[in-house]
């Protein structure tokens, strides 16, 4: 018998004890596959996790675009310029 061969039950039970009312699970992502999710859908209780990397919505998080040499110092120092002005201490 597995984990999830004892919860799956309970939580079911737990629905109908609570007369439907709305139930939510917090789950790790290692549980957060289809087949687990579309189940406790069809029994109408909210999952709550964390995406799965292999999960169809997941996206690959963005690089920081790389700046060609000599911009970064001058972003840098328009950021630093900028920043300055904010807190009133500019200096012409």
């Not at 939510?24 to 549980?31: C, G, I, K």
């Not at 990397?53 to 310029?81: C, F, I, R, S, Y």
């Amino acid at each position: 018998m597995t984990f999830w061969d004892a919860v799956c039950p309970l939580i079911s039970q737990l629905t109908v004890m609570l007369e439907h009312q709305p139930l939510r699970v917090v789950a790790d992502a290692y549980f957060a596959k289809a087949p687990f999710i579309n189940w406790m859908l069809s029994i109408s209780v909210h999952v709550i996790t964390r995406m799965r990397w292999d999960a169809v919505g997941w996206d690959d998080p963005q690089p920081e675009p790389m700046l060609p040499p000599g911009k970064k110092e001058a972003w840098k120092k328009t950021h630093q310029n900028q920043e300055k002005v904010k807190n009133g201490s500019w200096q012409h």
